[in-house]
């Protein structure tokens, strides 16, 4: 069992910035892949961003490519999301994710999720 518990949304100007993390408590956090995912109103969850449990690889949605970063301390237990050049439309509830599998880049695959936290960019 897995427990993930994000911190760091909140409501922020176009253009600002926001750091999300997840601590993760239960079995050990390094044998997971861990990522992010969000679900605005009305639409799928979709994926954000991922990064593996032994290389620190990492995958980027398009969407959000070059704007924001994917990072873990396993020594803290802990996955970042670096948010930069924040738009509107990544106004979104966003969830922490932990898998055993690998490449999990869709929901079906998730094997744990965190209760997610609200992201609102004003205009």
């Known amino acids: 069992q897995v427990q993930l518990v994000e911190s760091g949304g909140g409501l922020v100007q176009a253009g600002g910035s926001l750091r999300l993390s997840c601590a993760a408590s239960?079995?050990?956090?390094?044998?997971?892949?861990m990522g992010w995912f969000r679900q605005a109103p009305g639409k799928e969850r979709e994926f954000v961003a991922a990064i593996d449990r032994n290389f620190y690889n990492t995958r980027i949605a398009d969407s959000v490519k070059g704007r924001f970063t994917i990072s873990r301390d396993n020594a803290k237990n802990t996955v970042y999301l670096q948010m930069s050049s924040l738009k509107p439309e990544d106004t979104a509830v966003y969830y922490c994710?932990?898998?055993?599998?690998?490449?999990?880049?869709?929901?079906?695959?998730?094997?744990?999720w965190g209760q997610g936290t609200q992201v609102t960019v004003s205009s």
């Open positions: 994710a932990a898998t055993t599998r690998y490449y999990c880049t869709v929901s079906g695959c998730v094997s744990y």
């Open positions: 239960g079995r050990t956090f390094s044998s997971y892949d």
